[in-house]
């Protein structure tokens, strides 16, 4: 009986000690990836303003080629939508509308994954000889519960690695494209 009791206090001890720490981690994380393309940004912008030119080299809607895709009749930049509906577990569902497109130079999206939350993503392009650093991120709010905020701590390698493959393909296509 005073096992169990030992057992039964180190678990909600532990319990305890991960919400405290939980609550000190920070509640808004923030994720980018950049790559070098041999290619001017004017190259480059019209495959992210775009967002059915993000088709060919988005590293989800590779996974799954059943994805229902939805545009709205803003066919690029400020107020162009895309909502998307997969049961591929890596895909899922969600909106993104462009909400700031400044040729060339920057882009910001408003992501909407419905029960999962929302972010916002940018692009920032910054040229110099005839190649283009070429900058992708997101910013997250992870909510106020300790859950959320240790699962922040996985957003930059799980966001991360998805991100950095969808800008390697962009610039083989890109590239591909000269």
């Known amino acids: 009986m005073r096992l169990l009791k030992r057992v039964i206090f180190g678990i909600v001890a532990l319990i305890a000690v991960l919400a405290v720490v939980g609550m000190f981690l920070p509640r ?3 994720v980018s990836r950049s790559i070098e393309i041999n290619a001017p940004a004017a190259d ?3 495959h992210v303003n775009n967002l059915k030119a993000t088709i060919p080299w988005s590293p989800w809607l590779g996974l799954d ?3 229902t895709l ?8 400020t ?3 895309m909502e998307w509906a997969s049961e591929h577990p890596n895909v899922g569902s969600g909106r993104m509308e462009v909400t700031t497109s400044t040729p060339d130079t ?5 992501l909407d994954f419905g029960d999962m939350g929302t972010a916002d993503a940018f692009w920032d392009f910054v040229e110099a000889d005839g190649k283009t ?5 997101f910013t997250t709010d992870m909510g106020f519960g300790p859950a959320g905020r240790w699962m922040g701590l996985m957003m930059d390698s799980w966001v991360g690695a998805d991100y950095q493959r969808g800008l390697e393909n962009l610039k083989a296509l890109v590239e591909g494209q000269g």
Not at 133 to 137: E, F, K, L, R, V
Request: no cysteine; aromatic share 10%.
């Open 28 to 30: 808004e994380i923030a």
């Open 44 to 46: 480059i912008f019209p």
């Open 65 to 67: 080629p059943e994805a």
């Open 70 to 77: 939805t545009f709205n009749d803003v066919p690029e930049g």
């Open 79 to 81: 107020g162009a939508v």
């Open 106 to 110: 920057h882009l910001d999206v408003a």
């Open 133 to 137: 650093t070429t900058t992708w991120g």
